[in-house]
């Protein structure tokens, strides 16, 4: 996170504090910077315990991926179909006759196309050629998970800026437009995109009980 973006984190503490817990535009922005900072702490203390991540819809392969050593484990799974495909603990080392790295991005394209995968089944050692298509998937992530997706998300960034373009409340209602852009190192690429969430607040108005997210992700993959 840039200079200029730790400062008015700081300085939005320091107004939630003083101005009390009610959630504003304010404490929506500090709650933006603490996601994308990786801050843990800071985001849970937002967030409802009933709460809960809706993500827009996709089409990939359904699942969501954590890389360690020379592999993508499987950590959720979203499809319908999930027996027959992955599980939580699979792991991938290989799509499209590629060998998956930290920069791997998960294949998407039209609903029914066929990726080539190559994993072991988890708690088995003996590798599967498995061809998989790719679905729509809508999935959700509840608190555990949220948190557990912004810290290893948050990893992948050297830096990165916020550009909130607007912040409607109403009600129990937050609309949030921004514009976030990041790098991966000193003076890297920069990988930019746009998103629009629907914050949903519980009856005071004081915590987070669902996120709602429309941004399309072709935007952001297609940078790679």
Request: net charge neutral; charged share 30%.
């Given at each position: 996170?840039?200079?200029?973006?730790?400062?008015?984190?700081?300085?939005?503490?320091?107004?939630?504090?003083?101005?009390?817990?009610?959630?504003?535009?304010?404490?929506?922005?500090?709650?933006?910077?603490?996601?994308?900072?990786?801050d843990?702490l800071?985001?849970?203390?937002?967030?409802?315990?009933?709460?809960?991540?809706?993500?827009a819809?996709?089409?990939?392969?359904g699942?969501?991926?954590?890389?360690?050593?020379?592999?993508?484990?499987?950590?959720?799974?979203?499809?319908?179909?999930?027996?027959?495909?992955?599980?939580?603990?699979?792991?991938?080392?290989?799509?499209?006759?590629?060998?998956?790295?930290?920069?791997?991005?998960?294949?998407?394209?039209?609903?029914?196309?066929?990726?080539?995968?190559?994993l072991?089944?988890?708690?088995?050692?003996?590798?599967s050629?498995?061809?998989?298509?790719?679905?729509?998937?809508?999935?959700?992530?509840?608190?555990?998970?949220?948190?557990?997706?912004?810290?290893?998300y948050?990893?992948?960034w050297?830096?990165?800026?916020?550009d909130?373009?607007e912040?409607?409340?109403q009600?129990?209602?937050?609309?949030?437009?921004?514009?976030?852009?990041?790098s991966?190192?000193?003076?890297?690429?920069?990988?930019?995109?746009?998103?629009?969430?629907?914050?949903?607040?519980?009856?005071?108005?004081?915590?987070?009980?669902?996120?709602?997210?429309?941004?399309?992700?072709?935007?952001?993959?297609?940078?790679?």
């Amino acid at each position: 996170m840039s200079m200029k973006f730790r400062f008015i984190h700081a300085i939005l503490l320091v107004c939630s504090f003083l101005f009390g817990k009610k959630i504003n535009k304010d404490r929506i922005t500090d709650f933006l910077i603490s996601k994308y900072s990786g801050d843990t702490l800071e985001v849970k203390s937002y967030l409802a315990e009933n709460f809960y991540n809706q993500h827009a819809p996709v089409i990939g392969l359904g699942i969501n991926v954590a890389y360690k050593d020379d592999h993508l484990l499987v950590v959720d799974n979203f499809r319908k179909d999930s027996t027959d495909f992955f599980r939580r603990g699979d792991r991938i080392y290989e799509i499209n006759n590629k060998i998956v790295s930290e920069e791997t991005i998960l294949p998407t394209g039209t609903i029914g196309s066929l990726q080539k995968v190559i994993l072991t089944k988890f708690q088995d050692s003996s590798f599967s050629v498995v061809n998989v298509p790719l679905v729509e998937v809508y999935y959700k992530e509840k608190k555990r998970e949220f948190l557990e997706s912004i810290a290893l998300y948050s990893e992948n960034w050297y830096d990165f800026d916020i550009d909130i373009e607007e912040i409607v409340i109403q009600k129990d209602k937050i609309v949030l437009n921004y514009r976030w852009e990041g790098s991966k190192e000193n003076n890297g690429q920069i990988f930019i995109f746009h998103s629009v969430e629907i914050i949903s607040l519980n009856r005071k108005k004081d915590k987070i009980k669902k996120i709602q997210t429309f941004w399309t992700e072709d935007l952001f993959k297609n940078q790679f």
